[in-house]
């Protein structure tokens, strides 16, 4: 991936392993709240992170800026990009918006959006997110926000096929503290979070990891504040030539696990899915051509 493609964060990420112990130290303090966090002058950002300015400006040059008002510039250009909301989003697109038919731009800019996401995937995290998702000793906890309730809606709808001790939370967030009633040590609890992000969700995930449970957040590029609580996290790219985000790489993403899950608990799954079918057929839910 270009560096132009990449946010800070990614460029964090990317060099964790050759930055110093006192970089690393600053690079878990604009994490922490990014890209808030990098936005002060060069002492703050210091201080903050209790580190020297020669270390700011060192490893903002390993990051690839010429220096450190560079580096803020791109954080304000991904600050605006995070917060605003769709007529913004369509308005930035529609003045930079190449030529070509919409439904070639559209894949372009989605096909992009895969190769940039699934090339920062860990396969280790990945596994390990299934492996927590299979474990029918734990339950999954299922809660998606104002657009992503779809997304939440589709994965709950066939990890239930999948597995039992599935819930899928009311879209109300006055309802959620009947849910983490229930909830107990170890149990899963995966949230969709993008921009704009909300703060009924933040605070159901603090609540959560503090009742022991083990979080799984699907988010973008520039990551939902949830991650700081979260045991993965997948930051899917949703940018798109459009006033609304795209879901195709979470949608992907999530057909994924579905199918990895599903091979790793295929002996419950399968007697699980044959009854299933047999309700629906006693029911005559489907039509038949025969």
Known sequence: MSEDAQTIADRLQDRFDTLTRAERQLAHSIL???PVSGLGTITTVAQNADVSTPTVARMVQKLGFKGFPDFQTA????LAEKIS???????????????????NRFTEAVIGNIRQSLGQIETKTFDDACALLADENRTINVVGGRIT???????????????????NYHSNSSAWPHYLLD?????VLVIFDVRRYENSTLKLAEMAQARGAEIILFTDQWRSPVYRFARASFNCRIVAPSAWDSSVVTMLLLETIISAVQELTWSQTRPRMEALEDMFNETKFFRKFT
């Not at 369509?90 to 439904?103: E, Q, R, S, V, Y």
């Not at 709950?156 to 039992?164: E, G, V, Y």
């Not at 909830?183 to 149990?187: I, M, R, S, W």
């Open 32 to 34: 922490e709240n990014y």
């Open 75 to 78: 954080l304000r250009r991904e």
């Open 85 to 103: 909301g769709p007529i913004a989003k369509h308005d930035n697109w529609a003045d930079k918006a190449p030529g070509g038919h919409i439904l």
């Open 149 to 167: 309730r779809t997304l939440a809606d589709y994965f709950f709808l066939h990890m239930q096929m999948i597995r039992a001790r599935v819930v």
């Open 183 to 187: 909830l107990k040590q170890g149990d």
